[in-house]
T-cell receptor, first 114, second 115 residues
Framework: AQSVTQLGSHVSVSEGALVLLRCNYS??????LFWYVQYPNQGLQLLLK??????LVKGINGFEAEFKKSETSFHLTKPSAHMSDAAEYFC????????????FGAGTRLFVKA | DVKVTQSSRYLVKRTGEKVFLECVQD?????MFWYRQDPGLGLRLIYF???????EKGDIPEGYSVSREKKERFSLILESASTNQTSMYLC??????????????FGPGTRLTVL
């Protein structure tokens, strides 16, 4: 069965520092992968997605993620954190065969210190 | 822009009450979803629908039912609310049934408290 693990329920960085949010999936066949962001008191919105076209995926607000099959990972990065990046981030997977359900990770809350 | 709206942002109900959560999307999307969001558990799928009057159980359907009489509207029903159903409920929609790369668009959520 598909699963997704986000390492670290909370991550704290200083403004201007690198943001790295980790996501690992388990699947015998590489799935489709998504990162969503949830700002306070809002629903989730898509940051970026991997659809097998390119392993390095660029998203909104300066975020990007790299699909690494050998490591079964899809970590999210941003070179320089901004205060407005403080939010909860969810990694999600959807299998490319079989069922269509999306499986969400537990989420990582990002804190940005001034 | 796709807009997904939910009927209430906050709701307080009593144990045993029947509760209706409504969701409407304005972009003619085929798929609609109901998730429950709890701290440390991420989002868990309750039910989804890929067409009018069609529904599929998700991972945690017990204690819930759904209704989709019109394409744009998807309702979640708690037949007899219990305290363990206190949670944030998120509705989502996506454009095409069967497209595995499809983006889901989420509503702002309804925070339900059952006393």
């Amino acid at each position: 069965a598909q699963s997704v693990t986000q390492l670290g329920s909370h991550v704290s960085v200083s403004e201007g520092a690198l943001v790295l949010l980790r996501c690992n999936y388990s699947s015998s066949v590489p799935p489709y992968l998504f990162w969503y962001v949830q700002y306070p008191n809002q629903g989730l919105q898509l940051l970026l997605k991997y659809t097998s076209a390119a392993t390095l995926v660029k998203g909104i607000n300066g975020f990007e993620a790299e699909f690494k099959k050998s490591e079964t990972s899809f970590h999210l990065t941003k070179p320089s954190a901004h205060m407005s990046d403080a939010a909860e981030y969810f990694c999600a997977v959807r299998p490319n065969t079989g069922g269509f359900k999306t499986i969400f990770g537990a989420g990582t809350r990002l804190f940005v210190k001034a | 822009d796709v807009k997904v709206t939910q009927s209430s942002r906050y709701l307080v109900k009593r144990t045993g009450e029947k509760v209706f959560l409504e969701c409407v999307q304005d972009m003619d999307h085929e798929n609609m979803f109901w998730y429950r969001q709890d701290p440390g558990l991420g989002l868990r799928l309750i039910y989804f629908s890929y067409d009018v009057k069609m529904k599929e159980k998700g991972d945690i359907p017990e204690g819930y039912s759904v209704s989709r009489e019109k394409k744009e509207r998807f309702s979640l029903i708690l037949e007899s609310a219990s305290t363990n159903q206190t949670s944030m409920y998120l509705c989502a929609s996506s454009l095409v049934a069967g497209d595995r790369t499809d983006t889901q668009y989420f509503g702002p959520g309804t925070r339900l408290t059952v006393l």
